[in-house]
């Protein structure tokens, strides 16, 4: 079944990639938008929980206009990503914009990998594929992989075509440690729900939150400077990041201060405009249970 899917799939994607971003955000805004927000109402309510309890100082109007925004995003990226299948390099960095990316260049001449933290913020499947363009290092990406196998070699196929280094997350240990003939950077977009008794909580967005312990822990086993990546949007189909240093000695950082400081950057870039983070997700699923306390619950000897 999954390869009956995908065969009969492939064609339309492909056609459907072809055609020009402004035909496609057309057909985004006038037919994938109204069937999301307005006849199917995709995740709907969750996005309308966790929009109350981010901003609950917002009156439900000024919530609602963030959900429709949001929801003309996501319609917006659905068809950014297809047209990932296809796009050319020029295109690729005429809509991604890596600045100051000289805060990175002292690690690659010292030949030291680093960490790069960031949220699911604007379009990263673009945004992954563009950065081998702009930085030395080499850019390894962790990746949930995909139920049907098909359609995952294709995405894999798209992901890496201009170099980046894609790889499920549960092999990331092991690909960490592969010698890659460069210092590399590894990208962890830390913004998902995590176990509730495995995970560092803090408050994040007015509510008790989970992240996971990843990007700390792998910075200090190995001693990895940490980079948050901020996202913005300036225009329509256009993505910049930014770098700020959170940390070049990770390893004699307190233990909490890298999640921290990654949690209070994302929240900044959220509520500065709400409308490119990734509301369908169940983000609060997991409450906090009464025995644990704020910060890491769960020793930092133990595996990631």
């Known amino acids: 079944m999954q390869a009956i899917a995908f065969y009969i799939l492939l064609p339309f994607l492909y056609l459907f990639s072809i055609l020009p971003i402004k035909v496609l955000y057309v057909i985004s805004r ?13 995740r709907k309510n969750v996005v309308a929980e966790n929009l109350k309890n981010s901003f609950p100082e917002k009156s439900q109007a000024e919530r609602a206009l963030i959900a ?14 297809i047209k990932s299948f ?13 600045e100051n990316i000289e805060l990175l260049l002292p690690f690659f001449e010292a030949n030291r990998n680093v960490v790069i933290t960031l949220g699911h913020i604007g379009n990263y499947e673009l945004i992954a594929k563009a950065m081998p363009f702009y930085l030395k290092h080499k850019v390894l990406v962790p990746y949930h ?7 995952n070699k294709l995405f894999y196929k798209s ?3 201009f170099g980046t280094v894609f790889f499920p997350t549960f092999d990331t240990f092991a690909n960490i440690k592969k010698d890659y003939g460069q210092a590399f950077a590894l990208t962890l977009a830390n913004d998902q729900s995590a176990p509730p008794t495995k995970s560092f909580w803090t408050r994040f967005l007015n509510q008790d939150t989970t992240f996971f312990v990843g990007t700390e822990k792998i910075a200090q086993q190995f001693d990895y400077p940490v980079v948050f990546a901020h996202v913005t949007v300036p225009k329509k189909g256009h993505y910049t990041m930014t770098f700020a240093l959170i940390s070049d000695k990770s390893k004699s950082e307190n233990e909490g201060f890298i999640m921290k400081k990654h949690a209070e950057l994302l929240e900044k870039d959220i509520v500065t405009d709400p ?16 025995n644990v306390e704020y910060g890491f619950n769960i020793s930092r000897k133990s595996s990631v």
């Not at 006038?30 to 995709?42: A, C, D, E, H, T």
């Not at 992989?145 to 359609?151: C, H, Q, T």
Request: glycine share 4%; proline share 3%.
């Open 30 to 42: 006038g037919f994938i938008y109204p069937i999301l927000f307005k006849i199917i109402g995709y």
């Open 68 to 81: 429709s925004d949001f929801y003309k995003y996501l319609a917006d990226m659905f068809v950014e990503t």
């Open 86 to 98: 296809t796009i050319s390099k020029e295109s690729l960095l005429e809509k991604i914009k890596l």
């Open 145 to 151: 992989k995909m139920s049907n196998n098909y359609f």
């Open 159 to 161: 992901r890496t075509a």
């Open 275 to 290: 409308r490119y983070w990734l509301w369908t997700h169940k983000r609060w699923k997991h409450k906090m249970p009464s």
